[in-house]
């Protein structure tokens, strides 16, 4: 056969037995995702992934929480969003997304994060000072920290999300002093905390009252006339840090020999503290407060001791944000003085606080609140202790001392004894003649005098005076004056110095005369300096007059 024939025979077998057109070619699938795992949060969110395909395609998710869109598209590169709704189970959970396409299948795992669960059944417990296991139950959904912030709780069984009961070992408590530790529980951002409030020794002793007869206005009648022994022992850090020497029994004798028959110690305490964790006062300064408090006590001197500005921890915080752990401070020092003293006569006195106050303007009734929590912790924690200290007077203050607020706003604390309980108040009017320190200031007070301020005179205090006996001495609650002074001014003619000193002690005989008259008792202050813008009276280290027209004018109001 010729070569063309055989050519031409080979063309039609081709095409009739198996060829075909380029037109007519067979496509082959191809498939890719762009990721082949998606992390969401537990809160649910959506997501964004791409398909690339040649072909038509479609997509299903295994898991009714987690949802696509599309379910189908065709040849290309598509955008496929998948969404999650919230995971409230406490398991992390997982979706697989399929994609076919053709005989072609891939797929996408899509694991959400787990809720996490930490709760506490109890979290605050009250232990006795024995000790002893506490069990703190709870839900939980995964393994937790553990963290115990003192070192007499400690952890008896071991953590794990098995666990939904916890075992912790606490001490004895040897002390009288209250404590309180936490124990902080953490899963993932959840934290949780058990307060473990542990009781001291019971401090408590039988009442007696021997010794303390007398009510708050027979013992009251009893305070001829005060003096302070200011700016010493309320020191913080040493009562000499601020310039004057140790309080000595030579100095209390000497305010005894002029006419005093009462002191008030102002006293510091937070300063002295072994911590500020468990408010323990250090055992050499309660030992030095007595060293001060029996040289007035032996002197048959009735004697106020209280808790000065003492840093500001509870006199500069009546407000709500401080008042739970001021109050729990408040008790835990009171408990500890009047324990220390629980065994002094009626010659000793408490007084809960001092000048509290938030700023000098008018208190809200939140100031007032709390103000007057802080005087009732203070009543409650004496009366607690038992002993002499069931009957002691105690002394407790309006707000900021101000006579006026006590007036208007001040309620007297709930005593579980009655008729114990002494108003004090303070008397610096008119500021701008007693302790105004700038160069405006004026040197003379009262009538018969020039250089007086437009206020505070002599009708002044005997209104206020008068208001005090009309609210609450006429109603046997005996009130003191527990600070008032007039400083004394320098930098004068010899002239002009002795008509100010003139008149300084007349306003000092003036104060004592109309209390005396409406049958208040007055402590006057003295911070100790006895020179000008001072209001010092004696030699610190000697007990000498050294203003003995100041000492006679007032002591002679009661001769």
Same mark, same amino acid.
Request: charged share 25%.
């Given at each position: 056969m010729?070569?063309?024939?055989?050519? +031409?025979?080979?063309?039609?077998?081709?095409? +009739?037995?198996?060829?075909?057109?380029?037109?007519e070619?067979?496509?082959?699938?191809?498939?890719?995702?762009s990721?082949?795992?998606?992390?969401?949060?537990?809160?649910?969110?959506?997501?964004? &992934?791409?398909? *690339?395909? @040649?072909?038509?395609?479609s997509?299903?998710?295994?898991e009714?929480?987690?949802?696509?869109m599309p379910?189908?598209?065709?040849?290309g590169?598509?955008?496929?969003?998948?969404?999650s709704?919230?995971?409230t189970s406490?398991e992390?959970?997982?979706?697989?997304?399929?994609?076919?396409?053709?005989?072609?299948?891939?797929?996408?795992t899509?694991? =959400?994060?787990?809720?996490?669960?930490?709760?506490?059944n =109890?979290?605050s417990?009250?232990?006795?000072?024995?000790?002893?296991?506490?069990?703190?139950?709870?839900q939980?959904?995964?393994? +937790? /920290?553990?963290?115990?912030?003192?070192?007499?709780?400690?952890?008896?069984?071991?953590?794990?999300?098995?666990?939904?009961?916890?075992?912790?070992?606490?001490?004895?408590?040897n002390?009288?002093?209250s404590? =309180?530790g936490?124990?902080? &529980?953490?899963?993932?951002?959840?934290?949780?905390?058990?307060?473990?409030?542990?009781s001291?020794?019971?401090?408590?002793?039988?009442?007696d009252?021997t010794?303390?007869?007398?009510?708050?206005?027979?013992?009251?009648s009893?305070?001829?006339?005060?003096w302070?022994? $200011?700016?010493?022992?309320?020191?913080?850090?040493?009562?000499?840090?601020?310039?004057n020497p140790?309080?000595?029994?030579?100095?209390?004798?000497?305010? *005894?020999?002029?006419?005093?028959?009462?002191?008030?110690?102002?006293?510091?305490?937070?300063s002295?503290?072994e911590?500020?964790? !468990?408010? *323990?006062?250090?055992?050499?300064?309660?030992?030095?407060?007595?060293e001060?408090?029996?040289?007035?006590?032996?002197?048959?001197?009735?004697?106020?001791?209280n808790?000065h500005?003492?840093?500001?921890?509870?006199?500069?915080?009546?407000?709500?944000?401080?008042?739970?752990?001021? /109050?729990?401070?408040?008790?835990?020092?009171?408990?500890?003085?009047?324990v220390?003293f629980?065994?002094?006569?009626e010659?000793?006195? +408490?007084?809960?606080?001092?000048?509290?106050?938030k700023?000098?303007?008018?208190?809200?009734?939140?100031?007032?609140?709390?103000?007057?929590?802080?005087?009732?912790?203070?009543?409650?924690?004496?009366?607690?202790?038992?002993? *002499?200290?069931?009957?002691?007077?105690?002394?407790?203050?309006?707000?900021?001392?101000?006579?006026?607020?006590?007036?208007?706003l001040n309620?007297?604390?709930?005593?579980?004894?009655? /008729?114990?309980?002494?108003?004090?108040?303070?008397?610096?009017?008119?500021?701008?003649?007693?302790?105004?320190t700038?160069?405006?200031?004026?040197?003379?007070?009262?009538?018969?005098?020039?250089?007086?301020?437009?206020?505070?005179?002599?009708?002044?205090?005997?209104?206020?005076? =008068?208001?005090?006996?009309?609210?609450?001495?006429?109603?046997?609650?005996?009130?003191i004056?527990?600070?008032?002074?007039?400083?004394?001014?320098?930098?004068?003619?010899?002239?002009?110095?002795?008509?100010h000193e003139?008149s300084? /002690?007349?306003?000092?005989?003036?104060?004592?005369?109309?209390?005396?008259?409406?049958?208040?008792?007055t &402590?006057?202050?003295? !911070? $100790?300096?006895?020179?000008? !813008?001072?209001?010092?009276? &004696?030699?610190?280290?000697?007990?000498?007059?050294?203003h003995?027209?100041?000492?006679?004018?007032?002591? @002679?109001?009661?001769?």
């Open positions: 010729k070569l063309h024939h055989i050519l +031409f025979s080979i063309w039609i077998g081709v095409m +009739f037995f198996g060829g075909c057109s380029k037109d070619t067979t496509t082959i699938p191809e498939l890719v995702l990721v082949d795992r998606f992390d969401l949060s537990k809160a649910g969110e959506s997501k964004t &992934f791409h398909i *690339k395909s @040649n072909v038509d395609w997509i299903e998710s295994s009714t929480w987690c949802t696509v379910l189908s598209g065709f040849a590169t598509n955008a496929i969003t998948i969404t709704s919230e995971n406490y992390t959970r997982e979706s697989v997304v399929t994609v076919k396409a053709g005989d072609l299948s891939k797929t996408l899509v694991s =959400q994060n787990q809720d996490y669960l930490l709760a506490l =109890q979290a417990f009250n232990i006795l000072s024995d000790g002893g296991d506490v069990d703190v139950s709870m939980i959904s995964d393994d +937790f /920290n553990v963290e115990i912030d003192v070192d007499w709780i400690s952890q008896k069984s071991l953590k794990s999300v098995a666990d939904s009961i916890l075992t912790f070992k606490v001490e004895a408590n002390t009288t002093l404590r =309180q936490n124990i902080t &529980f953490t899963l993932n951002d959840i934290t949780e905390t058990a307060v473990i409030k542990q001291g020794i019971d401090i408590s002793i039988p009442a009252e010794g303390v007869e007398s009510d708050a206005m027979t013992l009251a009893k305070m001829i006339v005060g302070n022994i $200011g700016n010493s022992m309320e020191v913080p850090g040493g009562e000499t840090l601020w310039g140790v309080v000595s029994k030579q100095l209390i004798d000497g305010i *005894k020999d002029a006419g005093f028959n009462a002191i008030r110690i102002p006293c510091a305490w937070d002295y503290l911590d500020q964790t !468990n408010y *323990k006062i250090k055992d050499e300064w309660l030992a030095r407060v007595k001060v408090v029996d040289y007035c006590v032996d002197n048959q001197m009735y004697t106020i001791l808790i500005w003492d840093g500001g921890w509870l006199e500069e915080h009546p407000m709500y944000e401080y008042q739970d752990e001021v /109050n729990r401070k408040q008790e835990i020092l009171w408990k500890q003085i009047a220390y629980r065994d002094y006569d010659h000793l006195l +408490f007084a809960g606080t001092n000048e509290v106050r700023d000098y303007n008018t208190p809200s009734n939140e100031n007032i609140e709390v103000q007057e929590s802080y005087v009732q912790t203070f009543v409650d924690a004496v009366r607690a202790t038992g002993g *002499k200290n069931a009957y002691r007077n105690l002394v407790v203050q309006t707000y900021n001392t101000v006579i006026d607020h006590g007036i208007n309620t007297m604390p709930v005593d579980v004894v009655d /008729n114990r309980l002494i108003l004090e108040v303070h008397y610096y009017d008119p500021y701008d003649f007693t302790i105004k700038d160069d405006v200031f004026n040197t003379q007070w009262g009538q018969g005098y020039a250089d007086v301020s437009n206020w505070g005179q002599e009708d002044y205090l005997e209104a206020q005076f =008068q208001k005090l006996k009309t609210k609450y001495i006429d109603n046997d609650i005996p009130v004056i527990g600070e008032y002074s007039a400083m004394l001014r320098g930098d004068m003619s010899e002239e002009a110095q002795a008509l003139e300084r /002690n007349y306003y000092h005989k003036k104060i004592n005369e109309v209390a005396k008259a409406k049958g208040i008792t &402590f006057y202050w003295d !911070n $100790g300096y006895t020179t000008k !813008n001072a209001s010092g009276l &004696f030699n610190r280290a000697t007990g000498e007059p050294v003995t027209d100041a000492i006679e004018a007032i002591v @002679n109001v009661y001769k």
